[in-house]
């Protein structure tokens, strides 16, 4: 039966966030055709990983026999969280702009899982694996729209979730999330309502053919 990786990052709980409530959508699909399947779940805004030390780190490149209590404990909690990773079938990423990159709390878990020599280099444990990641953010920064270089949720998560971790990345995208709230954006509200139904949308349709192309 397969494993979803189900990682939240947002600050605001239930329907009050946007990416929660794209990820809720493709969750709720996935287990539809998965009724069997397993969901591992976590909300980092709620139970944050820790930051990366240097225990941490440096444990991911020493003989295991010859780590500390400190680092053997860091490493520990890396291992786990990775084996997390190396078991999921597909794995499922809400991660919305904020100070137009990703919440530090999703960074943590990256610099936790990416670990040279095991889920990255030259054979990356966790390669192929699907991961959709559900970018929400208040503005547009489209191609072709004003704030097009200020981009750095779908630049940098291409670069470590494919590039670093080989993972096979797909993005669905709610945009303008802020205007319903920001008076000079009302005209964008009928965009922002089309974002919003068309990844809600994407989110049923993505996570039945995943769930499908998995059974085959
Ligand atoms: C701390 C913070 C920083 C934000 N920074 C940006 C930003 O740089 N660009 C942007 O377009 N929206 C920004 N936003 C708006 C969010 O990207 C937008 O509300 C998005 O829908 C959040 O998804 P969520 O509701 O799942 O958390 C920010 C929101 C917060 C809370």
Redesign the pocket.
Request: aromatic letters at 16%.
């Given at each position: 039966m397969a494993t979803l990786l189900h990682i939240?990052?947002?600050?605001?709980p239930g329907e009050?966030?946007?990416?929660?409530?794209v990820t809720d959508a493709f969750r709720r699909t996935w287990q539809e055709q998965h009724p069997g399947g397993a969901v591992i779940y976590r909300d980092l805004a709620v139970d944050p990983v820790p930051h990366i030390t240097a225990d941490a780190h440096t444990a991911g490149f020493a003989d295991p026999a010859s780590h500390t209590p400190g680092q053997a404990a860091a490493f520990a909690e890396r291992v786990r969280l990775i084996e997390e990773l190396e078991q999921a079938d597909a794995v499922l990423i809400?991660a919305?702009?904020?100070?137009?990159?990703i919440?530090s709390t999703l960074k943590a878990w990256l610099d936790n899982v990416i670990l040279f020599g095991r889920t990255a280099g030259e054979t990356p444990s966790a390669k192929g694996t699907p991961v959709t990641v559900?970018a929400?953010?208040?503005?547009?920064?489209a191609p072709g729209t004003p704030?097009e270089s200020?981009e750095y949720v779908q630049n940098y998560l291409t670069a470590v979730l494919a590039d670093a971790l080989a993972l096979d990345v797909d993005f669905i995208v709610?945009?303008l999330?802020?205007a319903p709230q920001n008076p000079a954006m009302s005209e964008l509200v009928p965009l922002f309502e089309a974002s919003r139904e068309r990844a809600l949308q994407d989110a049923a349709t993505k996570a039945k053919a995943l769930a499908e192309r998995l059974a085959a």
């Open positions: 939240d990052s947002s600050l605001f009050a966030s946007s990416s929660r409530a809400g919305p702009m904020y100070n137009y990159t919440p559900v929400s953010r208040g503005g547009s920064y704030r200020y709610p945009e999330t802020m």
